[in-house]
């Protein structure tokens, strides 16, 4: 069960940043004049990079977006990240076990590197991560398909059918399973849909202290 590598995601698994978007793009959209949930913007957007996002608000708004949108969105999200942004619950732990047991990690994340580093660096988190972040703009295509995940593990220096991959969301639950690698699904968020994190493929976990056991370290 031990794996030689392990893959985290950062948003939604490292850090709490998932929640923080979500919130506020409840109000970016409506600004646009769309009017979504909290639970139907985690449903739709969680693990998409921010190119695949607009290009589906656009679908729904039938049209491009304004052309300073993103940049207002992005900019508010970023001094929230700032000012209220956490780790995720014992995830610093996860990653002193791992380090304890002299198991390789890495981060692979839809976000682009300067994000990754302001809300790594944010919580603290930066120094354990800094020379092992891999973005989506290091590869052709995004989150689900297997490209950042396959990307990551080979600049690692490991096999895909050794790795496991700790995700949130449904692209990057269908990225690692594309990948054949094993993935483990933290669905820490109350509107996280579990059923179909498990029908995607992964093992579905409610606590981030459940993962040494999981991965064959308990």
Known sequence: ???????????????????????????????????????????????????????????????????????????????????????????????????????????????DPAKMQATLGATDLLPLFDDVLFSATMVARGKPHPDLFLFAADQMGHAPDGCVVIEDSLPGVGAARAADMRVLAYAGDPHTDDAALADAGAEVFHDMRDVPRLIGLA
Request: with cysteine; aromatic share 6%; net charge neutral.
């Open 1 to 111: 069960m031990r794996p030689s590598l392990v893959i985290f995601d950062c948003d939604g698994v490292l850090v709490d940043s998932e929640r923080i978007a979500a919130e506020g793009m409840v109000e970016s959209l409506r600004i646009l004049g769309l009017d979504m949930s909290y639970a139907e913007i985690r449903r739709e957007f969680v693990g998409l990079t921010w190119s695949d996002m607009v290009a589906r608000i656009e679908r729904k708004l039938g049209g491009p977006i304004p052309p300073d949108w993103s940049s207002r969105t992005r900019d508010r999200d970023r001094a929230r990240f700032l000012s209220e942004l956490q780790p995720v619950p014992h995830v610093r732990d996860v990653v002193h076990r791992l380090r304890d047991a002299a198991i390789p990690y890495c981060v692979a994340s839809s976000g």
